[in-house]
C-alpha cells in the first residue's frame, strides 16, 4: 500500500470517528421525550372503529345483524302473517313489516351483538387490558356504544333500501323521529347486554341473549305487534323494552305521531339497566 493511500486511509477514519463521537454527543444533550397517548377523543373514536369493524368481519355477527333482518323483511313481505294488523290499520304489508324488522335491528346489534363480543371480551381478559389503559373503562364502553350506532346506521339504510325496493314509502318526519327512537331503544338493550355479558360466563351469555332474540322476535312485540296477541299478554308485555321499541317505531311510521308511553317506557328501562349494570358489571371472570 502507497504511503499516500495510507495517510488518506487514516485520515477518513479519523474524519469518521469524529463525526460518530459529534453524534454521540448530540443524542446524549437531546432531550428524552416520552411517547404521548392520543387525545381521549381520538382513543373513543379509534375503538369505536375498532368495535365496529370487528363486529362487520364476524360472520356470526353479520349474519346476525344483517342476514337475519332482511330474511324477515322477506318473511313478513310475502307471507301473510302480519295482514290482519295491516288491514286494522289501513297500511300495506311493508308498511307494518319495516317498524318491526327495525326494531329486530336493534336487538341484534345492542343486545346480541354486543353481549356476545363482550362476554368472550370478558373471558380472555381483554376487558381487564384495556381498563388498564389510557383508554381506560369509560372510553371502552363509549367505543362500544359507538359501535352499536355505527351499525344501526348501517341496519338503518340497509333496511330501508330493501324496503324501498318492495313498496315501503316513509316521509322524512317519520324517519327523522325513528332514528331517535332507534337510539333510545340500542341504549336500553345495550345496558341489558352489557349487564348479561359483565356477570355470567360467555358461554352462558351466548345462549342467553340468542335466545332472547328469539323469543322476543316472536313473542316479544317486536316484529307482531301486541294486538296480534290476547289481550291479557299485550297488557304483560307492553311493559317490555322490545314491545316498547316496537310500538315507538310502529308509532312513528304508522300512525304518525310520536307515542309517549312506549318511550317513558324505554328510557325508564334505560335508567334502570344502565345503573344496575354499572354496578354488577364485572371486568374479568
Same mark, same amino acid.
Given at each position: 500500500?502507497?504511503?499516500?493511500?495510507?495517510?488518506?486511509?487514516?485520515?477518513?477514519?479519523?474524519?469518521?470517528?469524529?463525526?460518530?463521537?459529534?453524534?454521540?454527543?448530540?443524542?446524549?444533550?437531546?432531550?428524552?421525550?416520552?411517547?404521548?397517548?392520543?387525545?381521549?377523543?381520538?382513543?373513543?373514536?379509534?375503538?369505536?372503529?375498532?368495535?365496529?369493524?370487528?363486529?362487520?368481519?364476524?360472520?356470526?355477527?353479520?349474519?346476525?345483524?344483517?342476514?337475519?333482518?332482511?330474511? &324477515?323483511?322477506?318473511? +313478513?313481505?310475502?307471507? =301473510? @302473517? /302480519?295482514?290482519?294488523?295491516?288491514?286494522? *290499520?289501513? %297500511?300495506?304489508?311493508?308498511?307494518?313489516?319495516?317498524?318491526?324488522?327495525?326494531?329486530?335491528?336493534?336487538?341484534?346489534?345492542?343486545?346480541?351483538?354486543?353481549?356476545?363480543?363482550?362476554?368472550?371480551?370478558?373471558?380472555?381478559?381483554?376487558?381487564?387490558?384495556? &381498563?388498564?389503559?389510557? +383508554?381506560?373503562?369509560? =372510553? @371502552? /364502553?363509549?367505543?362500544?356504544?359507538?359501535? *352499536?350506532? %355505527?351499525?344501526?346506521?348501517?341496519?338503518?339504510?340497509?333496511?330501508?333500501?330493501?324496503?324501498?325496493?318492495?313498496?315501503?314509502?316513509?316521509?322524512?318526519?317519520?324517519?327523522?323521529?325513528?332514528?331517535?327512537?332507534?337510539?333510545?331503544?340500542?341504549?336500553?338493550?345495550?345496558?341489558?347486554? +352489557?349487564?348479561?355479558? =359483565?356477570?355470567?360466563?360467555?358461554?352462558?351469555?351466548?345462549?342467553? %341473549?340468542?335466545?332472547?332474540?328469539?323469543?322476543?322476535?316472536?313473542?316479544?312485540?317486536?316484529?307482531?305487534?301486541?294486538?296480534?296477541?290476547?289481550?291479557?299478554?299485550?297488557?304483560?308485555?307492553?311493559?317490555?323494552?322490545?314491545?316498547?321499541?316496537?310500538?315507538?317505531?310502529?308509532?312513528?311510521?304508522?300512525?304518525?305521531?310520536?307515542?309517549?308511553?312506549?318511550?317513558?317506557?324505554?328510557? %325508564?328501562?334505560?335508567?334502570?339497566?344502565?345503573?344496575?349494570?354499572?354496578?354488577?358489571?364485572?371486568?374479568?371472570?
Amino acid at each position: 500500500m502507497s504511503p499516500t493511500a495510507s495517510t488518506d486511509r487514516e485520515q477518513s477514519t479519523s474524519a469518521a470517528a469524529d463525526t460518530s463521537a459529534r453524534g454521540v454527543a448530540i443524542d446524549e444533550d437531546e432531550e428524552y421525550i416520552p411517547p404521548r397517548a392520543n387525545y381521549p377523543l381520538v382513543r373513543v373514536i379509534e375503538q369505536g372503529r375498532y368495535e365496529t369493524m370487528a363486529m362487520l368481519r364476524n360472520g356470526e355477527q353479520l349474519m346476525l345483524n344483517i342476514i337475519f333482518p332482511v330474511m &324477515a323483511l322477506l318473511g +313478513l313481505r310475502f307471507t =301473510g @302473517l /302480519i295482514d290482519d294488523y295491516a288491514h286494522s *290499520v289501513g %297500511v300495506s304489508r311493508m308498511d307494518a313489516a319495516v317498524p318491526g324488522v327495525l326494531a329486530l335491528c336493534v336487538i341484534s346489534t345492542a343486545l346480541s351483538g354486543q353481549g356476545i363480543a363482550t362476554g368472550f371480551d370478558r373471558r380472555y381478559g381483554v376487558l381487564r387490558f384495556l &381498563a388498564t389503559t389510557p +383508554l381506560g373503562r369509560n =372510553g @371502552l /364502553i363509549l367505543g362500544k356504544c359507538i359501535a *352499536v350506532v %355505527v351499525v344501526l346506521i348501517i341496519q338503518f339504510v340497509l333496511v330501508g333500501v330493501v324496503g324501498y325496493g318492495l313498496g315501503w314509502r316513509p316521509d322524512a318526519i317519520a324517519l327523522s323521529r325513528a332514528f331517535l327512537t332507534l337510539l333510545l331503544g340500542a341504549a336500553a338493550f345495550t345496558a341489558l347486554g +352489557l349487564l348479561i355479558a =359483565g356477570t355470567v360466563r360467555a358461554e352462558a351469555t351466548l345462549a342467553i %341473549v340468542n335466545i332472547a332474540w328469539v323469543v322476543l322476535a316472536g313473542a316479544g312485540g317486536v316484529l307482531f305487534p301486541l294486538s296480534s296477541f290476547p289481550d291479557w299478554y299485550g297488557a304483560i308485555v307492553s311493559w317490555f323494552p322490545s314491545a316498547a321499541l316496537g310500538e315507538a317505531l310502529r308509532g312513528n311510521f304508522i300512525h304518525h305521531q310520536w307515542m309517549a308511553d312506549p318511550h317513558w317506557v324505554l328510557t %325508564v328501562w334505560t335508567v334502570i339497566l344502565g345503573l344496575i349494570t354499572s354496578r354488577k358489571f364485572k371486568w374479568s371472570d
